[in-house]
Each structure stands twice: as C-alpha cells, then as structure tokens.
Nanobody
Framework: QVQLVESGGGLVQAGGSLSLSCAASGLTFSTCNMGWFRQAPGKEREFVAAIRWVGMNTYYADSVKGRFTISRDNAKTMVYLQMNSLTPADTAVYYC?????????????????WGQGTQDTVSS
C-alpha cells in the first residue's frame, strides 16, 4: 500500500521559513517524479514544485521560484520542500504527490498518489 506522509507544517510569521518533509513507502520511489501542491481555502489545488526521478530536474511555480527549494533523498525515500521568505499568500494545505510518468508534469491530475496534507499558516 502506497503511503505519503507529510510533516513539518505549522505557523510562521511573514518573512520566515518552514521545511516540509514527505516520507514515501510502498512504491518504487527512485523511479517516481515527486511533487508538492497546495490548496488554500476556497481555491483550487495548485502546483508548487516538482522534482524528476531521472536527472533530478526541478520545476517551480512562478509564485515560489527563488523562495522554495524541492529536493529528494532516494535512499531515505523522502522528498523535501524548503520554503523561505514566506508571505500570507503561501498559507495553504501542502500536499506531497508521486507520479510514475517518464515526463514531469505540473498538473495535479497527472499524479498517482497523494498524502493527506499538512497545514502551513503564515501570519502577517
């Protein structure tokens, strides 16, 4: 059974940082693209960042480029999201997702597995 378990969410002031982790199990992690998405109240789920399984290529939403960093550790089957210079607009539930495709996608419909999400709140 595939499990993706996020951790590291919380409350932080604007300008601060948060580090999210996602522990994956039950899948061939080393051949999965991994992504982070987020969903704010009343809004649709949106792409944040992704890292490809081959070549470790990364891709970011324009709204987080230069502030967020995605990384992965295949040996530990973990994916991380370092978030810096946070603003209230970053407040959302953040989801970890896995995709078994060859190509790297930024649409949530392309991802096969999802975590339960972790709430991140940025106060002004």
């Amino acid at each position: 059974q595939v499990q993706l378990v996020e951790s590291g969410g919380g409350l932080v002031q604007a300008g601060g940082s948060l580090s999210l982790s996602c522990a994956a199990s039950g899948l061939t992690f080393s051949t999965c693209n991994m992504g982070w998405f987020r969903q704010a109240p009343g809004k649709e789920r949106e792409f944040v960042a992704a890292i490809r399984w081959v070549g470790m290529n990364t891709y970011y939403a324009d709204s987080v480029k230069g502030r967020f960093t995605i990384s992965r550790d295949n040996a530990k089957t973990m994916v991380y999201l370092q978030m810096n210079s946070l603003t209230p607009a970053d407040t959302a539930v953040y989801y970890c997702a896995a995709d078994r495709s060859w190509a790297l996608y930024t649409t949530h419909g392309s991802y096969d597995y999802w975590g339960q999400g972790t709430q991140d709140t940025v106060s002004s």
